[in-house]
């Protein structure tokens, strides 16, 4: 039973180049979200999609982009990377939005030098 | 603005003395709080959610929304329950979470 599934677990940018965090869950879950952690911060929202087809803005979306590609998967792409974006970068599901529980993934830790 | 609060980044208590983990929010909403926690090596995950009333590993927490607060207590902790352990409020059926910066919690033998 794999859940949420990250890829990959680690990454080095240099500024300026892009890439693409993968996510894929097998719960059949509708709702999938990115966040970044940094240091001494709470987790914040990037892009979060409520249903397959959908995608929406969270708390710090710029300089990202996501792609629902289906009900199973998530993408987060960095087009340009810069220092700032330097982050532990989680993906979690969930079955819907109030009161449901989020199921994460590992997490990626990206470092952009 | 919408935020959680959790004032300990560092909690270290002896096995068998009681947790309190402290959390703190701002929202004059109907907020939907949680507790996840995540242990060494292992995956975020949820502990409790305010809804349910429950007690979980022997954990609990009482939404006082007088005092904005979702404070997690234990009476007794034992050394598993060493982890770092976040506070979250989704507003309003909303699917954002807000997360609080967590606070590690380390069980002394």
């Known amino acids: 039973n794999a859940g949420v599934t990250q890829t990959p677990k680690f990454q080095v940018l240099k500024t300026g180049q892009s890439m693409t965090l993968q996510c894929a869950q097998d719960m059949n879950h509708n709702s999938m979200y990115w966040y970044r952690q940094d240091p001494g911060m709470g987790l914040r929202l990037i892009y979060y999609?409520?249903?397959?087809?959908?995608?929406d803005k969270g708390e710090v979306p710029n300089g990202y982009n996501v792609s629902r590609l289906n009900k199973r998967e998530f993408s987060l792409r960095l087009e340009s990377a810069a220092p700032s974006q330097t982050s532990v970068y989680f993906c979690?599901?969930?079955?819907?939005?109030?009161?449901?529980?989020?199921?994460f993934g590992q997490g990626t830790r990206l470092t952009v030098v | 603005a919408q935020r959680v609060t959790q004032p300990e980044k560092l909690l270290s208590v002896f096995k068998g003395a009681p947790v309190e983990l402290k959390c703190n929010y701002s929202y004059s909403g109907s907020p939907e709080l949680f507790w996840y926690v995540q242990y060494s090596r292992q995956r975020l995950q949820l502990l409790l959610r305010h809804i349910s009333r429950e007690s979980i590993k022997g954990f609990t927490a009482d939404l006082n929304k007088g005092e904005t607060s979702f404070h997690l207590k234990k009476p007794f902790a034992q050394e598993e329950d060493s982890a770092m352990y976040y506070c979250?409020?989704?507003?309003?059926?909303?699917?954002?979470?807000?997360w609080g910066a967590g606070t590690k919690l380390i069980i002394k033998p």
């Open positions: 979250a409020l989704r507003m309003d059926s909303n699917y954002q979470l807000i």
């Open positions: 979690a599901s969930s079955l819907s939005g109030s009161f449901t529980e989020a199921f």
């Open positions: 999609s409520a249903s397959e087809g959908t995608t």
